[in-house]
């Protein structure tokens, strides 16, 4: 049962423009989601997080939207630059217990010169 | 601040072998997760260790297992591998307890090969 699912496995973006990557999750206890970028022989590195209780949260180049109600977030990264280029995991985390984090399959992101 | 090592970097086993996975958490971080990396897939939750104690486990076999030592390094061991158990191992430290942060920051991993 795969609780976060990421449904592009890819993603080509030119460089200048908006790259978005999007995540839906089925369980309605999670209250913290994350993404995480990774490059090749490295591990995921955090980037930016949001509560169940923002809709917007911002760093940068990098915003992270919240629907909750539609049970989906996206990641838009403006303006995408050659260095973005990277897998990018969407990862979920429920208030108690472990906090064990549930992550999507991946999105492999491109960007074009 | 120091980040999260872990050793070795790439590591063949035979199928049946038994191996061990070392990590060390980012300073002033008392939690260690493991995570599971099959190619292609997302890290899957093996278990995570606070203050020493297990303090949550995925959907992993009892051949594997963990400890967390005084000083919040950890070790990860796997028994009578088999073939499936090819993958990247991830630890992961973050803040637990009542300063608790939902945030984990990952090492490179150690990639297994089983054959």
């Known amino acids: 049962d795969q609780q976060v699912k990421q449904n592009s496995p890819s993603l080509s973006v030119q460089e200048g423009r908006i790259s978005i990557l999007n995540c839906d999750y089925t369980?309605?206890?999670?209250?913290?989601f994350l993404w995480y970028k990774k490059y090749p022989a490295e591990g995921p590195t955090f980037l930016i997080s949001?509560?169940?209780?923002?809709d917007k949260n911002e760093d940068g180049r990098f915003t992270v939207f919240l629907n909750k109600s539609a049970k989906h977030l996206s990641l838009h990264i403006v303006p995408s630059q050659p260095g973005d280029s990277a897998v990018y995991f969407c990862?979920?985390?429920?208030?108690?217990?472990?906090?064990?984090?549930?992550f999507g399959q991946g999105t492999r992101l491109t960007i074009n010169p | 601040e120091t980040g999260v090592t872990q050793s070795p970097t790439h590591l063949i086993k035979t199928r049946g072998q038994q191996v061990t996975l070392r990590c060390s958490s980012q300073?002033?971080?008392?939690?260690v997760s493991w995570y599971q990396q099959a190619l292609g897939q997302g890290p899957q939750f093996i278990f995570q260790?606070?203050?020493?104690?297990?303090?949550g486990r995925g959907n992993f076999p009892p051949r594997f297992s963990g400890l967390q030592f005084p000083n919040y390094s950890s070790e990860l061991n796997v028994n009578a591998l088999e073939l499936d158990d090819s993958a990247l191992y991830l630890c992961?430290?973050?803040?637990?307890?009542?300063?608790?942060?939902?945030?984990?920051?990952f090492g490179p991993g150690t990639r297994l090969t089983v054959t």
């Open positions: 992961a430290s973050s803040l637990g307890g009542v300063l608790s942060s939902y945030e984990q920051y």
């Open positions: 369980n309605s206890m999670f209250d913290y």
């Open positions: 949001i509560s169940s209780i923002k």
């Open positions: 990862a979920a985390s429920a208030r108690g217990g472990a906090q064990k984090l549930v």
């Open positions: 300073s002033g971080h008392n939690t």
């Open positions: 260790y606070y203050r020493e104690e297990e303090n």
